[in-house]
Nanobody, 124 residues
Framework: QVQLVESGGGLVQAGGSLRLSCAAS????????MGWFRQAPGKEREFVAT????????YYANSVKGRFTISRDNAKNTVYLQMNSLKPEDTAVYFC?????????????????WGQGTQVTVSS
């Protein structure tokens, strides 16, 4: 069982930055691929970024590529999402998730555990 708790969300102006953190419980964190997803009001949840168990492989949605960076610290059981050059369309609830697979995956059904989400609001 893995429990995930996100933090770091908030209100920021367009062009600003935020760093989200996701702290995981459990001693097997390093064996999971991790991902970030987001859900804007009235829209379906969508993939944002994923990182392999070792951190050696990452993959991003086209909408955030070049602006967001996913990373992880297995010693701290934490995954991060650094978000730069934020846009109003990035406004959403951001969720981290853990997949019991070693490599990156964009598919929601690969993810076994989900956090409760953290709100990110970008004002224009």
């Amino acid at each position: 069982q893995v429990q995930l708790v996100e933090s770091g969300g908030g209100l920021v102006q367009a062009g600003g930055s935020l760093r989200l953190s996701c702290a995981a419980s459990g001693r097997t964190f390093s064996s999971y691929a991790m991902g970030w997803f987001r859900q804007a009001p009235g829209k379906e949840r969508e993939f944002v970024a994923t990182i392999s168990w070792s951190g050696g492989s990452t993959y991003y949605a086209n909408s955030v590529k070049g602006r967001f960076t996913i990373s992880r610290d297995n010693a701290k059981n934490t995954v991060y999402l650094q978000m730069n050059s934020l846009k109003p369309e990035d406004t959403a609830v951001y969720f981290c998730a853990a997949a019991r697979v070693p490599l990156t995956t964009t598919r929601e059904y690969d993810y076994n555990y989900w956090g409760q989400g953290t709100q990110v609001t970008v004002s224009s």
